[in-house]
């Protein structure tokens, strides 16, 4: 089978490269042919041609903005967000393999077929944030360009005067603040724009920005504000969805060559525009104006919560929802002169990243090779401004993670707010402050140090010490033997016949330990029974080893060890393990292996094991056995 996926999340940036690699990783294991075009923030890579689309068996769209389908008609296609392509990419590919998607028709372009999709995925709430990342994600690089114009503008040209900093009117600096300030006001009528055309297609573009211009212009409908990014999502929504109205309706087959570039975009805009002119820009407005006035009135302890709610979105879902509520509330208060909202959000942007950045340096028994590896970008991302670089580490291990980042993001926007830093373009990370976007550099970085500090030292409390491999040790000129232990390729290297029960009769996940360290006992594999179980129940401590999905793998490493081995058992009605998704353990694998394991034996198994078990049919294979031969054989497969 040959398929063929797209990428792409609102920032290409760190999903979009992630959900393509898990993507061509899955495929790889699993024997499908697989290339993966990535529509990140640099542009499309890895282009999809037109021969390989003709002869694909079917196309995966991973994507969290719009996606021209229009070059996938009649093939079957799979559209999906871009956290599923992260999470869940054997899944979606063996969707095909079962032949449970569907054939992408030409009638179906527009947003029929996302909503469709959207709809197995999270329903109306998917679809809306889809369409909403959307607009986003052609609407940031423009309020970062006008941004950064805007702050190297007053950095380098602007004077001090009793009024604040002016930029002198003959001088090139205020050009370019103008060409900033220009590339400002295309911010409302993009992100319109974009929500409107991700929702109906192309016609949906020009009402959408003709909305999106009338919401950011007050003049319009008398007010002085105008409707802000507010009101530009809804006059995005409300173009997308009049355009989609207008498609339905039947017209006569001479006017239908001139439906999409005249019918459409005009009727679509006047009732856009009319609509928000008489109903809609008036009220928004008013909530706009109110809630800045608000804001603006915030003091004291007030202005501490604000900061501690914005510091706590951005960090929670890194880049994700709450995070870009967070990101496009500052952005807001940038255009209405209020920078001292954007400051406290710069600095919490970066020190979800940089935190853990600081984590794998300073305390290095908490994380793998690979991990400490990790940390490096994921630092170098944070001074960038980029969240998404935690996201690896949020990952793994969400329940510590999350929570030290959103402290950490917490305590740096106090601070940032406590002393008045502002930022004066719509990004964050010490790129803002080394540009000269920032008001109060020094206590910026203080709130930042400040922030990833407290990340750092929460990672370290929360976090448990990993085995790190522990090298062979040598006695009177004797090889231990650890050293003499054979490499491990596949499980049945350190398993055997004696070692695998079809069976087990315990009823108590104690019971079922105790059963299966008698097995290793007979087989030679111990030196002490009690020694061993010690291990295993202390690492049953740590957290359960039910790893979910009907498997425990229990496993120790200990001087009782004499040499690596594994045994596998059977319980067919299931055990209690505390498992992670609370279903009992009928597949149980117990890993045993010497403390001095010069080549860290029990994670190589667990590696093994955790790769080959993600294979539902593997699973029911293995359940179904009634012979040790037979599950001898099967196991041969874990390599």
């Known amino acids: 089978m040959k398929l063929l996926a797209i990428t792409s999340c609102p920032n290409g940036i760190a999903h979009t490269y992630m959900a393509a690699e898990n993507i061509q990783k899955a495929a790889d294991e699993l024997g499908i042919q697989m290339k993966v075009e990535t529509q990140g923030g640099v542009g499309v890579e890895n282009t999809l041609t037109a021969a390989e689309i003709r002869e694909a068996d079917g196309i995966i769209i991973a994507a969290d903005r719009q996606v021209d389908k229009e070059r996938f008609k009649g093939k079957r296609l799979l559209v999906v967000g871009v956290k599923e392509g992260i999470r869940n990419p054997e899944k979606l590919i063996k969707q095909f393999e079962d032949g449970k998607v569907p054939v992408y028709k030409a009638e179906e372009a527009g947003s029929d077929d996302q909503e469709q999709s959207a709809g197995k995925t999270g329903g ?44 002198p009117e003959d001088s090139i600096w205020a050009t370019i603040n103008n060409i900033g300030g220009a590339a400002f006001g295309f911010m409302v009528p993009i992100l319109a724009g974009f929500i409107a055309f991700s929702i109906a297609d192309k016609p949906g573009l020009v009402p959408g920005m003709v909305g999106g211009y009338i919401a950011a212009n007050g003049s319009f409908y008398g007010s002085a504000a105008g409707a802000g990014f507010l009101g530009g999502i809804v006059a995005g929504f409300l173009a997308g969805y009049v355009v989609l109205g207008i498609k339905k309706i039947k017209a006569p087959k001479a006017i239908m060559p001139i439906m999409p570039i005249i019918i459409l975009p005009v009727f679509g805009s006047v009732i856009v525009g009319l609509v928000f002119i008489l109903f809609i820009g008036g009220p928004i407005s008013s909530v706009f104006e109110w809630l ?29 929802p709450f995070n870009k509520v967070a990101f496009m509330f500052g952005s807001a208060m940038i255009v209405e002169g209020n920078y001292e909202i954007m400051g406290p959000i710069a600095v919490a942007i970066c020190i979800p990243p940089i935190g853990l950045g600081l984590a794998t340096f300073l305390y290095k028994r908490k994380f793998k090779e690979q991990d400490r590896e990790a940390g490096k970008a994921a630092f170098t991302m944070g001074l960038f401004g980029i969240t998404e670089g935690a996201i690896p580490f949020a990952a793994q291990d969400p329940l510590r993670v999350i929570p030290s980042i959103v402290v950490g993001s ?117 030196h002490s029974k009690a020694a061993f179980k010690k291990a295993i129940i202390e690492r049953e401590k740590e957290g359960s080893t039910g790893i979910g999905m009907n498997i ?7 001087d009782a060890v004499k040499k690596a081995s594994v045994v596998f058992g059977v319980k067919r009605n299931g055990v209690d393990w505390n498992s992670l998704d609370g279903m009992d353990a009928k597949l149980i694998f117990m890993i045993a292996v010497p403390e001095r394991s010069a080549n860290n034996e029990h994670l190589k198994i667990l590696q093994m094991l955790s790769r080959k078990l993600m294979d539902e049919e593997y699973r029911e294979q293995l359940l179904a056995v009634a012979t040790k031969e037979k599950a001898f054989e099967l196991l041969e497969d874990i390599a």
């Open 292 to 320: 800045t006035t608000w804001l603006a009135s915030m003091q004291g302890a007030s202005s501490i919560i604000l900061a501690m709610i914005l510091g706590a979105m951005i960090a929670v879902d890194m880049g994700g």
């Open 124 to 167: 109306a709430v998917q679809a809306i944030y889809k369409h909403l990342m959307n607009g986003v994600s052609y609407m940031v690089p423009f309020i970062v360009v006008g941004g950064l114009l805007v702050a190297i503008a007053l950095a380098l040209g602007g004077e001090n005067t009793p009024g604040g900093i002016v930029i």
């Open 552 to 558: 425990a793998i229990p496993h120790g490493k200990s």
């Open 410 to 526: 917490m305590t740096g926007s106090v601070i940032a707010m406590l002393f008045h830093v502002g930022d004066r373009v719509a990004h964050g990370g010490p790129i803002v402050a080394v540009l000269g976007a920032v008001d109060n550099v020094l206590m910026f970085f203080v709130a930042v140090i400040a922030g990833s500090i407290v990340t750092a030292l929460m990672i370290n409390f929360l976090k448990k010490d990993v085995e790190q491999p522990v090298a062979p040790t040598v006695e009177n000129n004797v090889t231990s033997i650890t050293e003499k232990q054979v490499a491990i390729q596949k499980l049945t290297d350190i398993t055997s016949f004696e070692l695998i029960d079809t069976d087990l009769k315990g009823s108590t996940q104690d019971e079922i330990i105790d059963e299966m360290i008698e097995k290793l006992d007979r087989a030679g594999a111990l």
